[in-house]
């Protein structure tokens, strides 16, 4: 692609200059087929052109700043325009020095007027001014980000301005702010960058409902059991590891891997219901991640009984020799359609494997795998189904279409799964015993 580049530019009898990124990770032997490009002059006929020769298409960023995204088949190219006039104005509005260095396309001789080389390899994460974070705020995340993904540190000015203007960040975009969470999560261990956030000040930005006392030390400890767990679910999980790695290859929506979902439902799990919608809405996060967000935190005072240990409250979700029967259909039918995370996020709130040697079966992580087992049981081969529905129903007990007929199906349905019932006379038996009063359906 960078040939092509080079080749519209000649064409065009322009300059470029390689920036940002694409300078960054060269020199840091990072390999990245993405190139961020600055052209001098107008961008939009570079882009057109460039786009055509490489057949791919194209959509603005920000036409007000002269922003494109070119979507290449080796790689994505960012195209803007020069800002200033030349490239050494450029690169004085960028935000940290180790992206303030530019390469001239088809040219040599590292443009670097502060010093970013020598800061990349001393591992500093360096300002290139007082002003960075005022004009632009999201800028904050990008610090947080590139410390982990990078493992640079910031200097003693930066970390001063970060922690004294994190409450800036509440002026970035939702969606960018998301967009940089993610990115973040998507690399290294998630607790390593629950402690950068929290040590930055930015935590409390990004979600004050975190602040409340006594949440934070129970969330890391539980983000920290699920980087184990994702990096290793066969060991949790003995019986449905391979179903659980198959399972966090796919993505939640269209932008968010599961894994970072799962870290971001480990982030908030200790939210109630009402807190983890506010959040969700605050960050402008997609249906299917809110969804799952709001499951996890609904669960979420099931996994504590207030002890070190994380276990469950024996009377909530079955008895202490492990969770079956009718509580863990309840259970998979409430988590519905988010049943691994939500077990996953429960095992990770109590002992880890290690440290479970010698434990019976009613440790948190024990019914935490009792669960993932009967989920993987249901995913393999289909989720029992009784054999009357109600149509039946209504021609054998005189039913009429409503809330009666679905609360007898729901009972119907449970008992059939739970295993209480195998045959369909046992079924009716238990159709006729929740229209008599006998038994009362499950809520």
């Known amino acids: 692609m960078l040939q092509t580049v080079a080749d519209v530019l000649r064409h065009r009898r322009t300059q470029g200059w390689l920036v940002g990124g694409s300078?960054?990770?060269?020199?840091?032997?990072?390999?990245?087929?993405?190139?961020?490009?600055?052209?001098?002059?107008?961008?939009?006929?570079?882009?057109?052109?460039?786009?055509g020769e490489l057949r791919a298409p194209w959509f603005a960023l920000s036409e007000r700043h002269g922003a494109y995204r070119i979507m290449g088949r080796q790689?994505?190219?960012d195209v803007a325009?020069?800002?200033?006039?030349?490239?050494?104005?450029?690169?004085?509005?960028?935000?940290?020095?180790?992206?303030?260095?530019?390469?001239?396309?088809?040219?040599?001789?590292?443009?670097?007027?502060?010093d970013g080389a020598s800061d990349l390899e001393q591992g500093r994460l360096v300002a290139v001014s007082e002003r960075i974070f005022a004009d632009d705020p999201l800028r904050l995340m990008r610090a947080a980000r590139f410390c982990?993904?990078?493992?640079?540190r910031p200097d003693t000015a930066l970390m001063w301005a970060l922690q004294d203007q994190a409450s800036l960040l509440s002026r970035a975009a939702s969606e960018r702010v998301a967009a940089e969470m993610v990115s973040t999560l998507e690399e290294g261990r998630a607790v390593d960058v629950l402690h950068l956030w929290n040590d930055l000040g930015l935590l409390r930005v990004l979600l004050p409902e975190l602040s409340q006392s006594g949440r934070l030390a129970p969330t890391f400890a539980l983000v920290k059991h699920l980087d184990d767990l994702v990096a290793c679910p066969a060991v949790w999980f003995p019986n449905t590891g391979d179903l659980l790695e198959e399972r966090l290859t796919r993505p939640v929506d269209g932008a968010v891997t599961r894994p970072v979902a799962l870290r971001l439902g480990g982030l908030m799990h200790s939210l109630s219901g009402d807190e983890a919608l506010t959040a969700v809405r605050r960050l402008k996060l997609s249906a299917a991640l809110g969804s799952l967000l709001r499951t996890v935190a609904e669960f979420g005072p099931l996994l504590y009984d207030g002890d070190s240990s994380g276990a469950l409250p024996a009377g909530s979700l079955g008895s202490p020799a492990g969770l079956v029967g009718r509580p863990a259909v309840l259970f998979l039918w409430e988590a519905a359609p988010w049943e691994p995370e939500v077990i996953c996020i429960m095992a990770a709130a109590g002992r880890a494997p290690n440290e479970e040697a010698g434990r019976d079966s009613g440790t948190i992580l024990g019914r935490a795998r009792t669960l993932?087992?009967?989920?993987?049981r249901r995913e393999v081969h289909g989720v029992p189904r009784p054999p009357l529905d109600g149509d039946v129903l209504m021609r054998e007990l005189g039913l009429s279409a409503g809330p009666l007929l679905g609360s007898v199906l729901r009972e119907v349905r449970l008992a059939w799964e739970a295993g209480e019932t195998t045959t369909y006379p046992e079924a009716l038996t238990v159709a006729r015993a929740v229209l008599s009063g006998d038994r009362a359906p499950a809520t």
């Open 23 to 51: 300078v960054r990770d060269a020199r840091l032997g990072r390999y990245s087929p993405d190139l961020d490009i600055v052209v001098a002059g107008e961008a939009t006929g570079f882009v057109v052109e460039l786009a």
């Open 75 to 77: 790689g994505r190219i």
């Open 81 to 114: 325009a020069l800002r200033g006039g030349d490239i050494l104005t450029d690169l004085a509005g960028r935000d940290f020095t180790i992206n303030a260095m530019a390469l001239p396309v088809g040219g040599e001789g590292l443009i670097d007027p502060f």
């Open 148 to 152: 982990h993904v990078l493992g640079l």
């Open 372 to 376: 993932m087992t009967l989920w993987g």
